[in-house]
Every structure is written in structure tokens, then in C-alpha cells.
């Protein structure tokens, strides 16, 4: 049975009619789809300019703050090491802005050891202040540094009786040992305190450190006075970590020292880690991996 001619007629009339719609349609579609993925790639390119613009600023920033930083360390030592350096106090102003500067790059302990024995003999007549003004400051970097180093690290603090260790003779005084925990490695930390020298407010102290995570254990025998910075002064572990040990105070009965352990990423310029530590480290995070 064959449909109406009438009806066949209509349908073949709406079909002539949606055909040219269907390819206006079409059209449109491929110009949205085109349009909507340039504006996606000039949005891209636009996030690519702007990236590489930030980054060449903040290339160019770094460069000059290193230019500015390299200008003034070398104007600083120059004047500072001159013959017709001056007076003692431009020298302390000098060293007070190597210290304040520099202090986390550079060893600045021979310094303040040689202004100090200029200090003790001047006859200035501010002798003192200039002596109170130059601890104050090693003691400022010293602390300085302790607060950073121990928001990545562990510390403890220990009281020696320097009269008990007078009494004492050549073997010294123990400390309380301690447990210190640095990136999930945990290592024992004995010190013991051989000598005290009261002219120079130094200790002579002997450093232990065993840890689990490796056999080997690390031993050390320094002194360390007020101009010992835990940055720079600090001691390499067998775990590839960094101890340091302070004097936070010298007294005439008691002296407080203060030892931090922390990665060693964060130790100064000049003692980043050995390339052999390096690749020691690597393999002994791929084994416990």
C-alpha cells in the first residue's frame, strides 16, 4: 500500500527545506568549534608570554640582587682589609655588615676572632662597648641561624658546671646524651667537655653521634666560643646530616651550650654535600624504598 502522493509531497518539500539548514548548521558548528579552540590557543600563548615574562623578571631580579650583593661584599672587604682601614669602630661597622649580609655564605669567625684581639688591645676608651657591641652581634648570627636551622632540624640545650669540670681534670665532664630526630632518622648525641677557658669564653667539647640507620659513628673534638656559627661551624654525620653545637651563654659558675642537628641542604655555601655523599644518600633512599 502506497502512501498519499500529498503526503509524500509535504515531506519531500520539508526535506528541501531543512537541507540548506542542515549545512548552515554545520557551518556554524565548525566555526564555533575553530573559534573556541583559538581562543583556547591564544589563551595558552597568552599564559606562555606571561610565564616566560615573570620568570625573565625574576631571572633579572635575581641577577641584580647577586650583582648588588657580589658589589657590596667586595667594597666591605676591601675596606675592611685596607692597611688605613681606621679606627676600630668602622672596622666593627664593616664586620657588622659582612655579618648581617653574609653571614649564611661566609666564614666570618677569623674576623671577629681579629677584631676582638684588636678590641682587647686598644687603649680606646670605649674598649668596652666596642667588646659588648661585637658579642652582641656574633651572638645575634649565632641565634639567628639556630632559629632557622631548628624549624628544619631537632636541638637540646645542657648546663656544665665549669667548676665541676675544673675538679675534674683532663677527662672532662659527660653531658646528658639526647635523642634527636631529623627527617624521620633519629641519632644519639653524647658531648662531653674537656677544657674551659675563661680569657676567651671557649669550651673545648668532643661530639658523638650514632645513628641506627648506619654503622658508622661520627666523632669530633672542637672548640666553640660565641663567633661559632651553626651554618657554617657544623659537623658532617654519617647520615648525610649536620650537627652543630653553640655557646648560648658563659658565665662565672655555669656555661650553656646548645647543639642542632639539621639536613645538610642547609648547611652554608661552602659546606654543601660531597658528590660521594650524594650518590650514597640516593642509594640508601632507593633501598629502604
Given at each position: 500500500?502506497?502512501?498519499?502522493?500529498?503526503?509524500?509531497?509535504?515531506?519531500?518539500?520539508?526535506?528541501?527545506?531543512l537541507q540548506p539548514l542542515g549545512?548552515?548548521?554545520?557551518?556554524?558548528?565548525?566555526?564555533?568549534?575553530?573559534?573556541?579552540?583559538?581562543?583556547?590557543?591564544?589563551?595558552?600563548?597568552?599564559?606562555?608570554?606571561?610565564?616566560?615574562?615573570?620568570?625573565?623578571?625574576?631571572?633579572?631580579?635575581?641577577?641584580?640582587?647577586?650583582?648588588?650583593?657580589?658589589?657590596?661584599?667586595?667594597?666591605?672587604?676591601?675596606?675592611?682589609?685596607?692597611?688605613?682601614?681606621?679606627?676600630?669602630?668602622?672596622?666593627?661597622?664593616?664586620?657588622?655588615?659582612?655579618?648581617?649580609?653574609?653571614?649564611?655564605?661566609?666564614?666570618?669567625?677569623?674576623?671577629?676572632?681579629?677584631?676582638?684581639?684588636?678590641?682587647?688591645?686598644?687603649?680606646?676608651?670605649?674598649?668596652?662597648?666596642?667588646?659588648?657591641?661585637?658579642?652582641?652581634?656574633?651572638?645575634?648570627?649565632?641565634?639567628?641561624?639556630?632559629?632557622?636551622?631548628?624549624?628544619?632540624?631537632?636541638?637540646?640545650?645542657?648546663?656544665?658546671?665549669?667548676?665541676?669540670?675544673?675538679?675534674?681534670?683532663?677527662?672532662?665532664?659527660?653531658?646528658?646524651?639526647?635523642?634527636?630526630?631529623?627527617?624521620?632518622?633519629?641519632?644519639?648525641?653524647?658531648?662531653?667537655?674537656?677544657?674551659?677557658?675563661r680569657a676567651t669564653e671557649q669550651?673545648?667539647?668532643?661530639?658523638?653521634?650514632?645513628?641506627?640507620?648506619?654503622?658508622?659513628?661520627?666523632?669530633?673534638?672542637?672548640?666553640?666560643?660565641?663567633?661559632?656559627?651553626?651554618?657554617?661551624?657544623?659537623?658532617?654525620?654519617?647520615?648525610?646530616?649536620?650537627?652543630?653545637?653553640?655557646?648560648?651563654?658563659?658565665?662565672?659558675?655555669?656555661?650553656?651550650?646548645?647543639?642542632?642537628?639539621?639536613?645538610?641542604?642547609?648547611?652554608?655555601?661552602?659546606?654543601?654535600?660531597?658528590?660521594?655523599?650524594?650518590?650514597?644518600?640516593?642509594?640508601?633512599?632507593?633501598?629502604?624504598?
Open positions: 500500500m502506497t502512501a498519499p502522493s500529498g503526503h509524500k509531497d509535504r515531506w519531500d518539500k520539508f526535506g528541501v527545506f549545512g548552515l548548521f554545520t557551518a556554524l558548528s565548525v566555526a564555533a568549534v575553530g573559534f573556541a579552540g583559538t581562543s583556547m590557543i591564544e589563551r595558552q600563548q597568552v599564559k606562555t608570554t606571561d610565564a616566560r615574562l615573570y620568570s625573565e623578571l625574576m631571572s633579572q631580579r635575581e641577577q641584580a640582587e647577586s650583582n648588588l650583593r657580589k658589589d657590596m661584599l667586595v667594597s666591605v672587604i676591601q675596606s675592611y682589609l685596607a692597611p688605613e682601614a681606621g679606627s676600630i669602630s668602622a672596622r666593627l661597622l664593616h664586620l657588622e655588615l659582612l655579618a648581617y649580609n653574609f653571614h649564611d655564605s661566609l666564614d666570618l669567625k677569623p674576623l671577629f676572632l681579629d677584631l676582638g684581639r684588636q678590641i682587647e688591645a686598644t687603649k680606646d676608651p670605649a674598649r668596652e662597648g666596642y667588646a659588648r657591641r661585637l658579642r652582641r652581634v656574633g651572638r645575634e648570627i649565632a641565634d639567628r641561624q639556630r632559629f632557622a636551622l631548628e624549624l628544619r632540624g631537632d636541638s637540646f640545650r645542657r648546663t656544665v658546671d665549669l667548676a665541676e669540670l675544673a675538679a675534674a681534670g683532663r677527662s672532662g665532664v659527660a653531658l646528658d646524651p639526647a635523642t634527636l630526630t631529623v627527617d624521620k632518622s633519629t641519632s644519639e648525641v653524647s658531648l662531653r667537655v674537656l677544657e674551659a677557658n669550651l673545648l667539647l668532643r661530639l658523638e653521634v650514632s645513628s641506627a640507620a648506619v654503622a658508622e659513628v661520627t666523632r669530633a673534638e672542637f672548640e666553640v666560643g660565641f663567633f661559632d656559627f651553626p651554618m657554617i661551624d657544623s659537623t658532617r654525620l654519617a647520615n648525610g646530616h649536620r650537627c652543630a653545637v653553640m655557646l648560648g651563654a658563659f658565665g662565672e659558675e655555669t656555661a650553656d651550650v646548645v647543639t642542632v642537628c639539621f639536613p645538610g641542604e642547609y648547611a652554608s655555601l661552602k659546606d654543601r654535600p660531597y658528590y660521594d655523599e650524594v650518590v650514597r644518600q640516593l642509594r640508601r633512599d632507593g633501598e629502604t624504598e
